[in-house]
């Protein structure tokens, strides 16, 4: 599988657990280590580990192990580490704190978000009609 689709590929993997703010950061001009970063934020230690096991699990039965992971047992800041891309799945003040976006503020960068259901809502109007006496 090419690098950009496994890295998108795994953006959604972490949408599946409703991660927030999914960034795929594109380094394969800027370093050698990697190719693409994925952050990603989840609101607690129990979210976070859930997107780092549906990233793990979804890569995992498409018959891609990752190379190394850690950070799962406090669930602050996990790493999984595909050699070519590197996921990054934060608590939210961790991901503040660190600010990667910054620190690799010269790659280019694109937003994943969950689509939104295609809910219809109907809104009901109720006209009141004014009675006005005749003069």
């Known amino acids: 599988m ?6 998108k590929k ?3 993997l972490t949408l599946t657990k409703k991660a927030a703010d999914v960034s795929v950061l594109d ?3 800027l370093s050698d280590v990697t190719d693409f970063f994925i952050l990603c934020s989840g609101d607690s ?3 976070v580990r859930a997107i780092a096991n549906a990233v793990i699990d979804g890569t995992t039965e498409g018959g891609l192990k990752p190379w190394h992971s ?10 999984i580490d595909y050699v070519d891309v590197v996921v990054h799945v934060f608590q939210r003040n961790f991901r503040s704190y660190y600010n990667l976006e910054k620190l690799w ?3 280019p960068s694109e937003k994943l978000a ?10 009901t109007v109720t ?5 006005v006496a005749a003069e």
Do not use: C, F, H, Y
């Open 10 to 12: 795994i953006a959604k």
């Open 105 to 107: 503020g010269d790659a």
């Open 70 to 79: 850690e950070g799962m047992s406090n669930a602050e800041w996990v790493i």
């Open 114 to 123: 969950d689509k939104p259901k295609n809910t219809t809502t109907k809104k």
């Open 127 to 131: 006209v009141r009609k004014k009675k």
């Open 45 to 47: 230690d129990t979210q």
């Open 2 to 7: 090419a690098t950009k689709l496994l890295a």
């Open 27 to 29: 380094l394969r001009k």
